[in-house]
């Protein structure tokens, strides 16, 4: 599945290049950036161009998901409308340090599509100079300012991209499998105590996992959402209930983990276009 999706992409800008455009136009990068303890980078957003770091110390950083702790290897791409806000998480002695480029490409946004890289979110790699080449040779021809150069640049770019996708990729499959039995695990002790108050961040703590990155495994796990899904087997529990006994819809709600029966009808009315009620009467 990766490889067909991967030599689509390829298909794409290999075309674009026979067309004799630079796709990526880089604008200025650096390695091993070694920040002071008290430097803070902020834009509000609003620029013209992308960034994409790799970090190789603990660093907070500003995502769609809220503020992180990005560890050593965790990658980050930053669209141009999205704020751009991290700094030393105060319990670090010395300043973080990453690896990055400005850039910008009318096609970037399609181009996170086809090679499926979160946009405005951490992404765990493990592998803290995974940039790294990639970018010295970006410099090395930038600095250069040999013919086509920016061509040169463009398609070192382009791998960086790819290789950076491709790890992304095999990480996910990896944990996949890694906490497969812990999810499922998880999601059985929740079928058996929905009457409970859960939260992702609660979900999350129980298979040790950050709640951005036990969304993305339990989502690629179940097919479906955390959130989602629990209300799925709440769902169907309370489907169950209303078709086996006679008890009233406050106890069926909160049986199954609704606020209160209100609720519950609301919810039961919307996802299954019939009330609790005519439900029951159905069967």
């Known amino acids: 599945m990766h490889k067909i999706r991967f030599f689509y992409y390829k298909k794409q800008q290999i075309i674009k290049q026979e067309r004799g455009l630079a796709i990526y136009k880089v604008i200025i990068l650096d390695t091993d ?23 190789a110390s603990d660093c907070m950083v500003m995502t769609k998901s809220g503020l992180k702790r990005a560890r050593p290897g965790d990658c980050f791409i930053k669209s141009p409308d999205f704020i751009e ?15 990055w480029i400005h850039l910008s490409s009318e096609n970037l946004w399609e181009d996170m599509q086809e090679l499926q ?24 021809e930038k600095n250069g300012v040999l013919p086509f150069w920016e061509r040169k640049c463009s398609n070192l770019t382009e791998g960086l991209l790819i290789r950076l996708a491709k790890v992304f990729h095999e990480t996910q499959n990896t944990d996949t499998r890694q906490y497969g039995e812990l999810l499922m695990g998880l999601r059985n002790y929740m079928q058996e105590h929905l009457e409970e108050e859960w939260s992702v961040a609660r979900m999350a703590e129980k298979v040790g ?19 989602e899904d629990l209300i799925e087997m709440r769902l169907e529990k309370a489907k169950l209930l209303l078709i ?40």
Request: glycine letters at 6%; aromatic letters at 14%.
């Open 33 to 55: 950036t070694h920040h002071e303890i008290s430097h803070v980078v902020r834009c509000h957003g609003g620029t013209d161009f992308w960034i994409i770091m790799c970090f």
């Open 85 to 99: 806000y991290h700094y030393t998480p105060k319990d670090c002695s010395d300043g973080f340090i990453n690896d």
């Open 117 to 140: 890289l979160p946009v405005n979110e951490l992404i765990h790699t493990g592998q803290p100079l995974l940039l790294r080449s990639s970018l010295s040779k970006i410099i090395q």
């Open 209 to 227: 996992l950050s709640s951005s990155r036990f969304s993305v495994l339990y989502k690629k796990r179940f097919g479906r959402s955390p959130n």
């Open 244 to 283: 086996a006994t006679n008890r009233c819809l406050q106890d069926i709600a909160q049986t199954c983990g609704f606020q209160n029966e209100y609720y519950f009808s609301r919810v039961f009315k919307s996802r299954e276009n019939v009330t609790p009620g005519n439900y029951r009467r159905e069967f």
